[in-house]
């Protein structure tokens, strides 16, 4: 039996869960490679097609889902599933392995300072597998972007004590606190007290944005609040790059440090400590996604210079 007559093109699907995805038309549009207009467009067609609203439109906010929205998008995680069994089904020549292309979603952090580096060689050795990076700053959203699908593997930092997501397992505990440079502690003993802390010159995510809501809600868990806020950033790199040079300070996971800036990027205060968790997407067995696996583990918890606190399974450790 052919299906015909959807309401709705696998692109509408794609920009959809995207939007969803980056809560942001700007940030959909850079991912997808197409104008903010475009984005609009196919959103404004699927939902006339649908007869409902996905998204709750406001000028100068943020797209929010609706509750049509979010049944939708938990619907689409199994079309999703569903169309990735389907071209599976692919013709292969007899005796001939087929490239496999994994998506993966990782850590900022963690990709540019422990698996780029090792990359190039991974991909010399494993020419039938193809990695597909996105790389993303602690979220609490992760549960969703998992629900949306597509992924094959997911490697983030959660605070400790959120909500695990139940599809993803724990490997690590990750030293998290307020960093900047030594200087900055003015030759005080570490830790600094929450009051000198606060007194410091922070840089937060993004005004108004739900990173710097959670940043704001830790800090002041710990009795930090910022009096002196001297930029916002929603790039970890150039909030890293100000850490360096003594100009600001930040709420960070110690593995979105450079290691050869540890020596004089410390941390002032004790913040929160956090879970590096591991997702793989249930699939038949294949031994090119173990290898994957394994290339994961071995850039990050086995690599001697990643901030491990305390490894949840010793076997790992042990490669």
């Known amino acids: 039996m052919i299906i015909s007559g959807l309401p709705f093109t696998l ?97 900022q952090g963690m990709f540019d300072f422990y698996i780029r580096p090792r990359l190039d060689r991974f991909l010399v050795d494993n020419p039938q597998i193809v990695l597909d990076f996105e790389t993303h700053p602690p979220a609490p959203e992760i549960a969703r972007i998992l629900r949306v699908g597509g992924l094959d593997y997911a490697l983030v930092n959660i605070r400790d004590g959120d909500e695990e997501p139940a599809e993803m397992r724990p490997l690590a505990l990750l030293d998290g606190g307020i960093y900047g440079h030594r200087s900055l502690a003015q030759g005080q003993p570490l830790p600094l007290t929450p009051e000198e802390v606060s007194a410091l010159p922070f840089v937060l995510p993004p005004a108004g ?30 909030m890293s790059a100000m850490l360096e040079r003594g100009v600001a300070v930040a709420p960070f996971a110690k593995t979105m440090l450079r290691p050869e800036v540890r020596e004089y990027v410390v941390e002032l205060m004790p913040l929160v400590l956090w879970r590096m968790m591991l997702f793989r997407r249930p699939t038949a067995p294949d031994p090119r996604r173990d290898i994957v696996e394994r290339f994961l583990i071995e850039c990050t918890i086995g690599n001697p210079d990643f901030p491990v606190v305390t490894v949840f399974d010793e076997a790992l450790e042990n490669g």
Do not use: M, W
């Open 209 to 238: 944005s739900r990173h710097e809501r959670n940043s704001r809600a830790s800090l002041a868990r710990k009795g930090v609040r910022p009096r002196k806020i001297v930029a916002h950033s929603q790039y970890y790199d150039v």
């Open 11 to 107: 692109r509408q699907l794609e920009v959809f869960a995207s939007l969803a995805e980056t809560g942001s038309f700007r940030s959909c549009a850079e991912k997808l490679g197409i104008s903010q207009a475009s984005v609009s467009n196919q959103l404004k067609v699927l939902e006339e097609q649908l007869g409902i609203t996905l998204f709750d439109r406001k000028p100068g906010r943020r797209p929010l889902l609706t509750a049509e929205g979010r049944a939708f998008e938990t619907d689409l995680h199994d079309f999703s599933q569903a169309a990735q069994k389907l071209a599976a089904h692919r013709s292969r020549a007899d005796g001939e392995e087929q490239p496999i292309t994994l998506r993966l979603l990782v850590g």
